[in-house]
């Protein structure tokens, strides 16, 4: 929604208009008694942190063309520490005391709950604490925010270029007011400050249709594309939203994040109900959660990082072929404390991918619409959610906890295969 909205929206005032409903809900939380009634609070707080989410991160690609997935990392890091943050205001607002869950049956089921009043007590003081921190964190973003002019973008651009160029020692390829522009019909043309810079920007990727006194040394541009690293150089193509749905890739990508949504729900809501046969003890898997947080924080600083140097591809693959088995393996390692706390870290390591996910639409669609092409594939996510429920409701009725591991992490190793074979 969010990504349509922007089209035809200023983004502060969208921006605003969305942070002030989010903070208001939240807080009104605190007074809502009703399960039923917190559900549909919850489900409309979903709905505008996930717009939040859109209008942000595709200002990130605006700003740094080049350098997208090291700007997204460095985003997902400070989401990752505020999840390390939440963790441990939630243990010491709700059980400072290290209560401990008791087995309840219930007919056939049995489930590990937390019984004593007072913990439900302390939860409604989660709501207003929380409201203020996101008023804090969110309202002086809405005076940083906004979207690049033509300049910057151009300006931006080439500082990033002329950055890898000191790298890599390589001859420059272009002036500082000339770039090289594919547009939309894969022919280049040269674009100064002056005109307009909506379309891709892009290296040449051969020197065929350039005009050797537009640039220094035109000799080296097929010496550099070898040099340069793959997500640098290789021509990206720019696809209106109606061409994108036209790409197979825009399908594997959806499908990828639906995946990654099962095993990051898994690890981030489940961590619990699966450690508790083995780990009676709350605090240290509130703590387990805690550093759970940051090494999703660090991996999605690394994993966007990695994007920049090796492309989509070859990130994408790595990934989810390593967070697939490690998944299932938790039903294993829960029986060592410290051996379910590596493994969890490990596994939400890899999860950090999903930062990578506004690069990764850029490099396969191309820079136009994007925020409406992030959108698009993010709402797999929603559909993830959806499958996780199910997934989780056939767990207490017909299959048991490796089953559902498994169902959670080998479709990351399919999504992994099918990424490595059509990110091309």
């Known amino acids: 929604l969010s990504g349509y909205l922007e089209q035809y929206i200023n983004v502060r005032l969208l921006n605003l208009v969305l942070v002030l409903l989010y903070v208001t809900l939240v807080a009104v939380s605190y007074f809502i008694d009703s399960y039923f009634y917190l559900t549909v609070s919850m489900f ?45 205001l939630c243990t010491a607002i709700i059980n400072p005391s290290n209560q401990q869950p008791v087995e309840v049956t219930d007919g056939n089921n049995t489930e590990m709950l937390f019984l004593d009043v007072t913990l439900v007590q302390h939860t409604q003081y989660i709501w207003p604490v ?65 005109m307009d810079t909506s379309s891709d920007i892009e290296y040449a990727e051969s020197d065929s249709t350039l005009d050797s006194s537009d640039y220094t040394s035109v000799e080296t541009l097929q010496s550099k594309t070898a040099k340069t690293s793959p997500s640098s150089t290789r021509v990206r193509p720019n696809y ?20 990654l949504s099962l095993t990051l729900l898994t690890a981030t809501e489940m961590y619990k109900i699966i450690a508790f046969e083995a780990i009676k ?50 039903h294993y390692s829960k029986w060592c404390r410290y051996g379910y706390l590596t493994n969890l870290c490990v596994v939400l390591f890899c ?38 429920f199910l997934l989780q409701l056939g767990q207490k009725h017909f299959y048991g906890e490796l089953a559902f591991l498994a169902m959670m992490g080998i479709p990351a190793v399919i999504a992994g295969m099918l990424a490595f074979v059509t990110f091309i």
């Open 281 to 330: 003890d709350d605090r240290f898997l509130n703590m387990t959660g805690a550093l759970g947080s940051f090494f999703n924080a660090l991996g999605m600083l690394s994993w966007g990082m990695i994007l920049d140097r090796i492309g989509t591809r070859y990130t994408f693959t790595i990934s989810f072929v390593v967070m697939g088995p490690l998944t299932v393996s938790l």
């Open 44 to 88: 409309f707080v979903g709905a505008l942190s996930g717009q939040i989410n859109v209008c942000n991160v595709a200002r990130l690609a605006e700003w740094s063309p080049r350098k997208s997935g090291t700007s997204n990392g460095v985003m997902g890091f400070f989401m990752g520490i505020s999840g390390f943050v939440g963790s441990v």
């Open 130 to 194: 929380w409201a203020v921190i996101i008023a804090g964190l969110y309202i002086p973003g809405l005076f940083i925010l906004r979207t690049p002019k033509s300049e910057e973008m151009m300006s931006s651009w080439i500082e990033d270029k002329e950055e890898d160029e000191e790298e890599e020692d390589v001859s420059p390829l272009i002036l500082p007011n000339k770039i090289v522009d594919y547009g939309t019909k894969g022919v280049n043309t040269v674009i100064s400050p002056e």
């Open 351 to 388: 999860t950090g991918i999903f930062t990578c996910i506004a690069p990764a639409c850029q490099e396969l669609f191309g820079r136009r619409n994007l925020s409406l092409k992030y959108a698009a594939v993010l709402s797999a996510q929603g559909l993830g959610c959806l499958v996780f």
């Open 240 to 259: 209106s939203m109606k061409e994108t749905l036209k790409q197979p890739k825009f399908y594997v990508l959806s499908i990828a994040i639906l995946t």
